[in-house]
């Protein structure tokens, strides 16, 4: 598996050294894949490349440094729209940790913005953030329907001028999940940025990844989403982790995920964290399966993963109907 060789490479980077042209090449495509080559290339400054490579990782470096830049505008865009209504703004995900300057925030890939307001301001945020430029990406009926009904955020928005998306949640996981997070105790806890935002405290910013990671999704992108939570555990520990996890019903996945973070990137926790589940084996094969081109091999993993993401989401006979309802519609997981 070629995800095996992104996390020993990001692991120990001086074993780079020793690659071959398919090596390089093998590493290259799945870290991209798995959108950890601007990690990656900061983890290789100062070792000795071949050109081409240290050329791309160059490129690389750039392009997260660019990354973080826009992340750091559309935060403030957002706090600019948001700041009349009062309300506390939290950000979630690479924007909270390159606006906190955590470790975490290195080299990271950052997509949307995603931030966490009381669910009694969703309007009043609503109607903000279309007032000053941001329109739906969701038209669909159905979609904007279920988004508000049962999931954990608005459905998406993005600017019609910037064409960047945002992700306005209220909780960390759909409203149908088996597992209620407590909101109110994030946000309750959250320490303040300069510039008014906030960012959730470490414990929660480790909950938060591990509920993303292993309740819910299907671990796309799951390698980056395990070094995020590397780096926290390494930057933070896991003093008060599990009385967190309790509090908001993740004691399980931040479990698995301390395990993981351990197995695979040699995070240093203490004993008590360690051990194995008979189920991680599964976890860590679609976590590593990227072949030399990139891509998740065996599918079958990823379909089984998917529908796991799913199961974990809503009731059996909710999830039959909205598969269902989704399959009509012309949708098919990427495959």
């Known amino acids: 598996m070629t995800g095996r060789l992104v996390v ?29 080559a601007g990690t990656l290339a900061y983890r290789l400054t100062g070792l000795t490349l071949p050109e ?28 600019r729209a948001l700041a009349p209504l009062g309300v506390p703004v939290l950000l979630l995900k690479g924007t909270a940790f390159v606006a906190a300057g955590l470790k975490a925030g290195v080299g ?4 949307d913005l ?34 508000r009904q049962w999931m954990h955020e608005l459905p998406p928005l993005i600017h019609r001028e910037r064409d960047r998306m945002i992700d306005v949640h209220h909780t960390i996981l759909p409203l149908t999940a088996r597992i209620t997070p407590d909101p109110a105790a994030m946000i309750a806890d959250a320490g303040a940025l300069n510039n008014g935002l906030y960012v959730p405290c470490p414990n929660d910013l480790l909950c938060h990844a591990a509920a993303h990671l292993f309740a819910d999704g299907e671990l796309a992108g ?14 933070f520990g896991t003093g008060e982790l599990a009385e967190r996890s309790r509090l908001h019903g993740l004691s399980a996945p931040v479990r698995r995920a301390v395990r993981l973070s351990h197995r695979l990137y040699g995070t240093d926790v203490p004993d008590a964290w360690r051990g194995r589940a008979v189920s991680d084996a599964l976890f860590v094969h679609r976590l590593l399966a990227r072949d030399g081109w990139g891509r998740v091999r065996p599918k079958w993993v990823e379909h089984v993963f998917y529908l796991r993401g799913h199961w974990l989401r809503m009731p059996p006979v909710m999830l039959a109907r909205h598969l269902w309802t989704k399959w009509r519609k012309g949708y098919r997981p990427v495959g």
């Open 114 to 147: 995603d931030i966490l307001v009381p669910r009694g301001s969703l309007d009043a945020v609503e109607a903000a953030l279309l007032d000053a430029g941001w329109e739906w990406v969701k038209p669909d009926p159905y979609d904007d329907a279920y988004y």
């Open 222 to 235: 799951g390698m980056r989403n395990l070094w995020d939570i590397h780096c926290l555990l390494e930057e």
């Open 52 to 79: 081409p490579v240290a050329q791309i990782m160059e490129d690389a470096r750039c392009s997260a440094e660019n990354g973080r830049t826009l992340a750091l505008w559309e935060a403030e865009a957002a706090r």
């Open 8 to 36: 020993e490479s990001l692991r120990d980077p001086a074993r780079c050294g020793a690659y071959s042209s398919d090596q390089w090449n093998a590493l290259i495509a799945a870290a991209r894949a798995e959108q950890l």
């Open 108 to 111: 990271r890939a950052i997509g």
